[in-house]
């Protein structure tokens, strides 16, 4: 299988399950759970799978910035703030909590190269688990929409 489009349906509803315990095993704190299932996803599905879930967490966590009156102009950054509410350089940050911050930015921007490219290098660092975990724990932390995964 190579992406949702050419997915079957049985490959279809076991991606959505799979996803779908993921957010609640992240939101429930068992992040290792987590990173576990979306492991499963690339074992039984592929790699572009696992891909394709990456987009969708940082989507769903970058859905809660809608467009401006700008629109596709605008351009949507993340800023990170400490427990004292100061803003944190991203440089400073640990590699995973940064590279999920860049994700979730390309997502609210629309920017599948950055996405795409943000997700072979946290597989060339060899850092893929932690990053995961943080956004998997970024997106369970937003509503779902309707219908959605992991309603």
Do not use: F
């Amino acid at each position: 299988m190579t992406g949702w489009d050419q997915a079957t349906p049985d490959e279809r509803r076991l991606w959505v399950k799979l996803l779908t315990e993921a957010l609640h095993a992240s939101k429930a704190g068992y992040d290792e759970d987590a990173v576990t299932l979306i492991r499963l996803v690339g074992i039984t599905l592929g790699a572009d799978a696992v891909a394709g879930s990456l987009v969708y967490l940082a989507d769903r966590a970058a859905s809660l910035y809608e467009p401006g009156p700008a629109g596709a102009d605008e351009v949507y950054g993340i800023v990170v703030v400490d427990d004292a509410g100061r803003e944190v350089d991203i440089e400073e940050l640990p590699y995973p909590m940064r590279w999920s911050a860049r994700m979730v930015a390309a997502a609210a921007n629309r920017d599948a190269d950055v996405l795409q490219a943000l997700v072979s290098s946290a597989l060339d660092d060899g850092r893929m688990d932690s990053c995961i975990a943080v956004l998997m724990q970024m997106a369970a932390t937003v509503p779902a929409p309707a219908r959605t995964v992991g309603t």
